[in-house]
Structures are given as structure tokens and as C-alpha cells.
T-cell receptor, first 115, second 115 residues
Framework: DSGVTQTPKHLITATGQRVTLRCSPR?????VYWYQQSLDQGLQFLIQ???????AKGNILERFSAQQFPDLHSELNLSSLELGDSALYFC??????????????FGPGTRLTVL | AQSVTQLGSHVSVSEGALVLLRCNYS??????LFWYVQYPNQGLQLLLK??????LVKGINGFEAEFKKSETSFHLTKPSAHMSDAAEYFC?????????????FGIGTKLQVIP
């Protein structure tokens, strides 16, 4: 158990809908990262937050947004969903933001299926 | 810019045989290198990491990796494969950029262990 929790575990929805994925980082970790894992794209970095502030953006679509709340939990919002958004979405956390040698601790993921 | 190349998206070994998973990286700064493992239906977890110092790094479950700067490689090995090693393995390189930890993952290598 990494200490990172994600809800829900599975999500099935229809095209055009909007969903929210939730992540609680490990106790004491200030950084939260979101990743998308799909068969054709592999593991793609989406966005990072540190102590409530956005720090970095990766391959995140404009239809997607995220935020980190004062209690450090984070939510990833996916809107106008398309079939291609079906994937595993992982949240990871780490202690700091800019320290390269810190490992990231991954949650179990949310499997999103768009029908 | 940094990148990671994992040679072989699928590797099969017999139980008891040597495991060798290849990773080559590209980085404009001294790299920090990681191997993560993902078991079915789980998130990624750290196997081992190289930061500085000894170039042969030992990790969990009998795995080890050697950092070879001249070859820009960080191959993962285990002397004797066990059935429980069947999983997907990700090599990653990190650096600090603009105050955040930039992580680049390889595409992953699925390890199959044949009884």
C-alpha cells in the first residue's frame, strides 16, 4: 500500500459526459501528479500540483483540468468525454516539487471507460 | 530534453533464468534514474533508483541495475526469475526544471515468466 488513495476505482460513462477523479496523497506529501496510461500512448504525464499551485503541465487536453485543495487532495476533471479518453488514470505524490531524486508514490488508479 | 528508450515491449524468460530488461536514456544534465514495477491491476511502485555514488544499485525482490554513463544505459537484471516477477517494468529519468520534478517514463516492458 503506497498510502495514495484514488476514487473511484472504476468509472463507466458515455461520450460527452463529465467526470471527476479524486486523489488523496500520502500523508506529508505536498506534490501531486496525474498520469494517463493507455495501451497506445503508454504512461503520459498530465499535470502536477504542489501545495495547491499548478507547477507543470504535460500532455493534458484543454477538456481536462485539475486542482489541489487546501487539504492537499486533488481532483482531475475530464469533460466532453470521447472514446479515446478511456484509460487508466493514476495519481502519484511526492514530498517535494523540484527535487529530482525523490520517488513518486502511485495510487491504484481509476479505470475510466467511455462508451 | 530527456528521453527513455526501453528495448522490447515484451520479454519472456523461463522460471529460474536471468532477467535482463534494457533501458537507455538521454539527458542534458546528470540523470536520476528509476525502475518502477506495475503488477496487474495495481499502480506503479519503486524497484530501485540511481542518484549518485555507486553505479550498481540494488532494489527490492532481488533486482539490481547498473548505471553506465558511457553507454547511457540503466539495464535491470535479476539472476533468477520467479513467477511472481511477471509484471510490467518502467524505466524513468528525472530532472529538475523550473522548480518541478520532470519525469519521463519509458513505454514499459511486460515480463512474462514461463514455468
Amino acid at each position: 500500500d503506497s498510502g495514495v488513495t484514488q476514487t473511484p476505482k472504476h468509472l463507466i460513462t458515455a461520450t460527452g459526459q463529465r467526470v471527476t477523479l479524486r486523489c488523496s496523497p500520502r500523508s506529508g506529501d505536498l506534490s501531486v501528479y496525474w498520469y494517463q496510461q493507455s495501451l497506445d500512448q503508454g504512461l503520459q504525464f498530465l499535470i502536477q500540483y504542489y501545495n495547491g499551485e499548478e507547477r507543470a503541465k504535460g500532455n493534458i487536453l484543454e477538456r481536462f483540468s485539475a486542482q489541489q485543495f487546501p487539504d492537499l487532495h486533488s481532483e482531475l476533471n475530464l469533460s466532453s468525454l470521447e472514446l479515446g479518453d478511456s484509460a487508466l488514470y493514476f495519481c502519484a505524490s511526492s514530498v517535494t516539487s523540484g527535487v529530482s531524486y525523490n520517488e513518486q508514490f502511485f495510487g491504484p488508479g481509476t479505470r475510466l471507460t467511455v462508451l | 530534453a530527456q528521453s527513455v528508450t526501453q528495448l522490447g515491449s515484451h520479454v519472456s524468460v523461463s522460471e529460474g533464468a536471468l532477467v535482463l530488461l534494457r533501458c537507455n536514456y538521454s539527458s542534458s544534465v546528470p540523470p536520476y534514474l528509476f525502475w518502477y514495477v506495475q503488477y496487474p491491476n495495481q499502480g506503479l511502485q519503486l524497484l530501485l533508483k540511481y542518484t549518485t555514488g555507486a553505479t550498481l544499485v540494488k532494489g527490492i525482490n532481488g533486482f539490481e541495475a547498473e548505471f553506465k554513463k558511457s553507454e547511457t544505459s540503466f539495464h535491470l537484471t535479476k539472476p533468477s526469475a520467479h513467477m511472481s516477477d511477471a509484471a510490467e517494468y518502467f524505466c524513468a529519468v528525472t530532472s529538475s526544471s523550473g522548480g518541478y520534478q520532470k519525469v519521463t517514463f519509458g513505454i514499459g516492458t511486460k515480463l512474462q515468466v514461463i514455468p
